[in-house]
């Protein structure tokens, strides 16, 4: 792996760290503002019981002032009752006497009622010290934590920094700003190739390409998410351990209604992928180029299989894998996607193996590891 791969990785983990220990101290001023709401939460209740029990003692003594009024005029009216002249006046007083003594009830009714909820009022107002005094216990406690972590992690932040700057200086000033400009939009700068695929954009990358990212030599950028690739053989060992019984590539189906072939020699193109079909009683033929996908000349149709129809374009040339339908192959226009273009390039390089190894005379004898690691 090249140096400035593995400083980048470096660099990679070192920011990783950094972001995640940014987010926790984002993390705790957050934390105590949910215990503050909830304290603030607490006292306004507190101070709502506190205010309901002031009241009440306004109204109990607004009551009890009331009730001496009235116990006043009663007096009042029993001394005047004292001095009256006629019956008719008489029954007048006691009537006023019988109506203010029905108030005086109606107002000790009141004050009972007020004595009743008193009770309840003071369990409120207990209630609401008591959560006060918990949660302010708690949030001192979180400040507390809070700031001893904060401290903790800025001083791992600083460490962290120090050694990002320094591993920054051991990597190309073009590359890095490459993987800095890239990360900052992407969150990762750099990117994992395994199985022929961009690991962070998971597009599958061309063989040139592969191949470069694969031999080390110079670094190389993903065509799709600008991530500056790398290749790490202990990965692509365990992905390739199914495949150490590479023989087991599919063989293509003799009467398969469509066929493809590779030629090396077609025309001025040179390397072509052929895709022959039959359908009803008519062959067609297209042609693309192997590397771009690009469809060469007309689609040709002929009459008959495509046995029959284009034995010149089959002899000689190597059968591979592959079926798609009509409407695929029409949807694609004149150009083969990505996807198929790396499958029959892949399927390619899984037949030119199996033919230089020459299991193809010898199907069921799978290569030993001595031959795999010579080929
Ligand atoms: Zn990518």
């Not at 009216?77 to 006497?97: F, G, M, P, W």
């Not at 207990?126 to 972590?149: D, G, H, N, S, V």
């Not at 067609?284 to 002929?302: A, C, N, P």
Request: glycine residues 4%; negative net charge; contains cysteine.
């Amino acid at each position: 792996m090249l140096p400035d791969i593995e400083n980048l990785l470096r660099l990679q983990e070192a920011d990783k760290e950094i972001r995640r220990l940014q987010d926790e101290i984002a993390e705790f001023p957050k934390r105590v503002a949910i215990i503050e709401q909830k304290l603030a939460g607490t006292k306004a209740q507190l101070e709502k019981a506190q205010g309901a029990i002031k009241a009440d003692e306004a109204a109990r003594r607004k009551y009890d002032t009331a009730i001496s009024d009235l116990r006043g005029k009663i007096s009042k009216y029993r001394d005047q009752s004292l001095d009256v002249k006629t019956n008719e006046q008489y029954k007048a007083l006691l009537h006023e006497i019988q109506f203010t003594e029905k108030e005086i009830a109606a107002t000790e009714d009141k004050i009972l009622e007020l004595m009743v909820n008193a009770d309840s009022r003071d369990k409120e107002v207990k209630a609401a010290q008591a959560e006060l005094k918990a949660e302010t216990a708690e949030i001192e406690k979180e400040k507390e934590e809070a700031r001893r972590r904060t401290a903790e992690d800025e001083k791992l932040l600083a460490e962290l920094r120090a050694k990002r700057d320094q591993i920054r200086t051991g990597v190309d000033e073009d590359l890095l700003r490459q993987y800095e400009r890239v990360a900052k939009f992407r969150g990762s700068g750099i990117s994992e190739v395994r199985d022929h695929k961009c690991m962070a954009c998971q597009v599958m990358l061309r063989p040139q390409t592969y191949n470069e990212v694969r031999s080390g030599n110079n670094t190389v950028v993903c065509d799709s998410c600008q991530r500056v690739l790398y290749f790490n053989p202990a990965d692509e060992l365990v992905d390739q351990k199914p495949s150490t019984t590479r023989p087991k590539r599919h063989r293509p189906k003799i009467d398969a209604p469509q066929a493809w072939y590779y030629r090396a020699d077609f025309g001025e193109t040179g390397e072509v992928f052929l895709c022959l079909t039959n359908a009803a009683s008519q062959a067609s033929r297209r042609v693309y180029e192997i590397h771009t996908g690009r469809l060469i000349g007309d689609i040709l149709i002929r009459e008959g299989d495509y046995r029959q129809a284009f034995p010149e374009d089959i002899t000689g040339a190597m059968r591979l894998n592959g079926a798609w339908t009509e409407a695929e192959l029409d949807a694609w226009g004149s150009e083969l996607p990505m996807v198929v273009l790396d499958s029959l390039q892949f399927d390619l390089d899984a037949a030119r193996h199996e033919a230089a190894s020459g299991s193809h005379t010898k199907p069921t004898v799978p290569i030993t590891p001595t031959e795999q690691a010579a080929s």
